[in-house]
């Protein structure tokens, strides 16, 4: 018998299955759904949003809008160019505020973000509160809240995850509509399935949903 034989299949067996495992970690699974945690509660569009504000002060004369990231998180990283592009183009009328999440402690997600020179605030969600008063289990997300600390947008970037179908631009249509005075819509399903990667865990200290 060639022993070539059975070496090559080997290999090529061995070599399909990397890049199947490859292509799952980097691309496929963020394709699917994240897991909503059991018993998470989301708040509804016109809710009012208490957020953890810890030093911050709410600027009541333009929307607030949050922007869920996780630095380690690949989805994060796919949608960082049409990110930009809405600070660029709305930072005089909306206030941003980019919400870190992940681990390592806040010194480590704040050194992480600050290389990406977004040029918005930021605070270190540790312990999931931010991420627990907008209902926001998976990164990234966007929540847009309008001046009367209503939630008027939660939801994806977009249907697709680098954010190059204009048609499904969720958050630009959201602060589109808020600054163009808009009544809030009722969610779209392709925005509110939560798509990227899910939190590991909620934070120590944190309270659990109810």
Known sequence: MNWRIPVVLFSTVLFLMLTGFVFWQQDWQYSLPAVRPAGWRQPAVGERILLPLAGLTLDKSRPLFLHFFNPDCPCSRFNLDHVRQLIRRHRGDVRFIAVLQGEGGSALLRAKFEKLNLGVESVADETGAWAEAAGVYATPQAVVIDRNERLY????????????????????????????????????PGAAISYGCPRSKIAKGAKQPA
């Open 153 to 188: 947008f939660r939801g994806n970037y977009n249907i697709s995850r680098y954010c190059v179908v204009p048609g499904t631009e969720y958050a630009r249509i959201a602060l589109e509509s808020i600054l163009a005075g808009l009544p809030a819509k009722p969610e779209d």
